[in-house]
């Protein structure tokens, strides 16, 4: 059946593949006929996330990604692969005068350094085929669509959403495309660190125009298009996602 945005034969490293968006994207790139190697920390929901993928031929490697040897350590254990979701990512909120240099340090090293480790070294190690596509989780954050008590996060992402851009310009020579997403706001874990309240939540949802956040599977098929080969000329784009919220 003609399909641009199938996914077999494609082998794809999905990152934070134990819950929302992760997850999602998983299941559904596993939906499109591609074989997943899911990465987190945490295995009984790497587990839930593994029985829930269609087809045959997955596999699980857990991976801290605040530990850059173990990246390089995961890394080295792949196949050749054909695609890549740097996902992996979570939230602290803190007013500017308030922000400290621990929190802000990881958050760095699990939402910006360890995505472009992974990239670096699946490169340097040779993992990614001719035409393969590396995708990255930005957010409307890192596009200057932030809020207040969100700097560190908008900061790591901001970073991310430059990085891409660089990355596709220089890695097309090798014929490997890189692009981010850019979610709004995503129903998933990320905000139940209990920063946020949900009577905060529901007001914020309305000024969505389409009056609602996002749901995961929402943001996996936008991925799905940039692995995909409907995407073939789309490189170094930052494709926001946000049911309307930036162009109010
Ligand atoms: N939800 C939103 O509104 C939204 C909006 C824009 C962008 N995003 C971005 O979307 C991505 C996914 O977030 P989500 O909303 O799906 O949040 P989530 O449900 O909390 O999932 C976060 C994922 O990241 C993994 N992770 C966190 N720290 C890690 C570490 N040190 N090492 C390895 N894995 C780690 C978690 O796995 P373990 O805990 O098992 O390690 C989990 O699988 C993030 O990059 C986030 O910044 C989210």
């Not at 996914?7 to 997943?36: D, F, N, Q, R």
Request: charged content about 20%; aromatic content about 6%; hydrophobic content about 40%.
């Amino acid at each position: 059946m003609y399909n641009p945005y199938s996914l077999e034969g494609k082998t794809i490293l999905i990152t934070g593949a134990s819950s929302g968006i992760g997850k999602s994207a998983a299941i559904e790139c596993s939906k499109l006929g591609a074989k997943v190697i899911i990465t987190a920390r945490n295995k009984e929901r790497l587990e839930k996330t593994f029985s829930a993928l269609d087809g045959t031929g997955h596999s699980i490697l857990l991976c801290d990604l605040i530990d850059f040897s173990e990246i390089t350590k995961m890394v080295a254990k792949l196949p050749e692969i054909q695609g890549v979701i740097n996902n992996a990512g979570y939230t602290e909120f803190a007013p500017v005068q308030f922000i400290n240099e621990d929190v802000l340090q990881n958050m760095m090293g699990v939402n910006t350094i360890a995505p472009i480790i992974i990239l670096r070294s699946l490169v340097k190690m040779k993992k990614l085929k001719k035409g393969a596509s590396v995708v990255f989780t930005s957010s409307l954050s890192g596009l200057g669509r932030t809020s207040i008590g969100n700097t560190m996060y908008a900061s790591t992402k901001g970073a991310i959403s430059a990085f891409i851009q660089g990355a596709a310009l220089e890695l097309s020579a090798k014929g490997i495309r890189v692009n981010a997403v850019c979610p709004g706001m995503v129903e998933t874990n990320i905000l139940s660190n209990g920063t946020v309240s949900s009577e905060q939540i529901e007001e914020d949802k309305k000024i969505y125009p389409l009056k609602r956040y996002g749901r995961p599977e929402e943001v996996a098929w936008a991925m799905i298009y940039l692995l995909s080969d409907a995407s073939l000329w789309t490189t170094g784009t930052n494709l926001i996602i946000d049911g309307g919220y930036s162009i109010r």
